[in-house]
Structure formats: C-alpha cells, structure tokens
C-alpha cells in the first residue's frame, strides 16, 4: 500500500508588497505572494496596508477584505481568520494554521464565506464580523485574514513534499483597558570558539539569549551588548542587529549575536540590555576563557599529580613530599654506641708498713 505523502503549509504574509510590484487601484501595501494578495478593502479617507482595530469588551466591528487573483486563470481560496504569533527562528510575524485552536482574532471574527473562487486578474471582497468578548483580556491581540489556496503542489525531489501556500492580511486589534509593556531577557549563555594553540587561529564566542514579551501590548525592542573582563575592562559594547521589530504579547524568541575576536584568556561577563517603549530589562552571564592547551596541559598535570599521590598513600610508606625532597642535605643517624661492660673493681692489697726493728 502507498504511504500518503506529507504535506507543509507555506504561510506567505509578507511585510509590504515587493518593489515593481502594484495592485490596480489596490492599497499602497499588501500582503502578496506574486499570485494572490490579500489586503484590507480602502477605506473613505485612505488606503489601509494592514487591519487597525480598537474595541471594547462586548462590542462588534465589521469590516471587508479584499482577495486579488494576479493569474490567468481561476483560483478559489478558503478564507479564516487566524491568530499570530513569533516564529521560534527569528521572531518573524506568522500566523495559525487553520486546524490549530485559536484564542484571539482567529476566535472572535467570522467570515461571510468560508470559500471563494476569484476569477482571473479581479478581485472579490468579503466582509467579515469581528466581536470582542464580555472579559476578553485588555491590550494587543494580533492575528490575520487568510486566503488559503487548498491544493497542494507535489513539489519535487526524493522527499516528495506537499506545499500548500496561503496568504493573509494583518489585523492589529486592541482591546480597550489598562496596558502594560514589559520585557524580559532571559538564559543568557555564551558559548566560546578556541584555537586549540593560543594566538594560532581566531577566536570567536556567540552569544544566546531570550526576549520574552511578558506585558500585553505589542513591542519593538532594542538590544545592546555589553561586555567586560578582568578588573571592569570594557571589551565589547554595541547594539545588536536580528532583534525582531514586533514582539508580539506573551511571546518568546530565542536569539544569538556573534562576538569576533572574542578574548582567548580573560574572566568576566556580558550583559544585555533590552528596552523599549515604557520598559527595560537586563541579564548577564560571566564567561571564563581559556585556550584549549593550556587546559589539556592542566588536566593532564593534575591526573598525574593525583595519581602519585594515590600510590603513596596506597603504598604506605615514606609521604610523596618527603620522598621528593632527595637525599641531599639529609643527616644521616650515627651508629649507636654501645656502652662499655661496667670495670670490675681489683681488690687492693694492704700495704705492709715497714717492720719496726727492736
């Protein structure tokens, strides 16, 4: 029997719409995959590139969206409303697949049709109704209009991968009530790069870290690197590139940011300082850097240091330290003296006086 092969979703929500690239009496922006774009219908005043919206708890807004078919031929779409959220990658804005459970926009708003087909190079509108529950929580709830194209291109190659591409229209809401901004760094950890011989190769480290939204409203955070080493010495203080320019409520994203010419022999630490609008937060981690040989050289004299001493005492005989100190400038014990046999006294004879003559 055939396995049935996998299929991948390919969400295209593009930022702005590609240089060269316009839609007849379209929006100055939209999200647009070269095939389809969709895009909020134009309002009285002006053109609108995205969805912005602002309710209370238990109000009701309605809207329409647009659908553009830029081919030849005709397309039908499924058409959902989606919440979003940060890619793990890079913090990129993406939105929900429409089999995942939905909280916010994806929840709340209705669309006038599920499905819709697009005849070639025109355009449908669809209005959709968005309401806010009684006690929705208060802030940002970012989400999408998407346009799904259901069929599914075989793709090529061995892994024979299924791609279903969709395309959506952004919708900022904000339900009225208190905001908070608030932002987090978390897990710092530096991870370092050595040449195995100091000064022969260079010396990099890269920096991992997590931003974490942890307020209610949406963010566009900065982030600079600072770091130092023995005795408060400044090696390295710059703003960091790659930090995604919407942070989206309650959402974390892990980063790195290389360090070149990273120190080969120093103790110290980084810090990150993450800011932005109404908030600010650091973290740090202390580093010990090391070249590589000189920590096998290290090890190696301390197992062998470790070793003698284990045999010693295991030997029970004369401590390593005294044995090591050689025998020069040793006193060597004299032999031992062997007392003489006590003298036996000799009687003495008495002396004969002289006899007294008569």
């Known amino acids: 029997m055939r396995r049935a092969k996998p299929y991948v979703l390919l969400l295209s929500l593009l930022l702005t719409l590609l240089p060269g690239v316009f839609l007849t009496a379209g929006p100055a922006r939209a999200a647009d995959n070269g095939s389809w774009s969709v895009y909020p219908v134009a309002s009285k005043i002006a053109a609108r590139p995205y969805f912005y919206l602002s309710l209370d708890p238990g109000r009701t807004i309605t809207d329409k969206v647009a659908v553009a078919n830029k081919t030849g031929k005709p397309l039908t779409f499924r058409l959902y409303a989606a919440d979003a959220y940060n890619t793990a990658r890079d913090g990129g804005f993406a939105v929900r697949t429409v089999k995942e459970r939905m909280r916010g926009v994806g929840a709340w708003a209705k669309l006038g049709k599920a499905r819709v ?79 195995l011989v100091p000064g022969l190769g260079d010396s990099t480290a890269t920096i991992s870290y ?15 690197l600072r770091a130092r080493g023995l005795f408060g010495r400044t090696l390295l203080s710059r703003d960091l590139t790659g930090v995604p320019s919407e942070l989206l409520p309650g ?66 005989g004369t401590p390593l330290l005294t044995r090591l100190r050689g025998r020069r400038g040793r006193v060597r014990p004299s032999a031992p003296v062997r007392p003489s046999p006590p003298a036996v006294p000799t009687p003495s004879r008495p002396r004969s006086s002289p006899s007294a003559r008569p």
């Open 117 to 195: 087909t697009v005849p070639p190079h025109r355009t449908v509108t669809v209005p959709f109704t968005l309401r806010v529950p009684d006690g929705a929580e208060p802030g940002d709830h970012p989400g999408a209009i998407v346009a799904l194209d259901e069929r599914v291109d075989p793709g090529s190659g061995s892994l024979a991968l299924g791609v279903q591409r969709a395309v959506g229209a952004r919708v900022y809401l904000r339900v009225s009530g208190p905001t908070l901004p608030a932002l987090a760094v978390e897990n710092v950890r530096l991870t370092h790069h050595q040449p």
């Open 210 to 224: 997590t931003l974490h939204n942890t307020g209610n409203v949406t963010l566009d955070p900065k982030v600079r």
């Open 251 to 316: 959402e974390r994203v892990r980063l790195t940011a290389p360090w070149r010419d990273a120190p080969q022999f120093d103790w110290g630490d980084v810090t990150l300082t993450a800011s932005a609008t109404g908030t600010k937060e650091s973290a740090s981690a202390s580093f010990l850097a090391l070249p590589w040989l000189v920590v096998a050289l290290a090890f190696v004299a301390g197992v062998a240091g470790g070793v003698l001493i284990a045999r010693s005492r295991r030997g029970g």
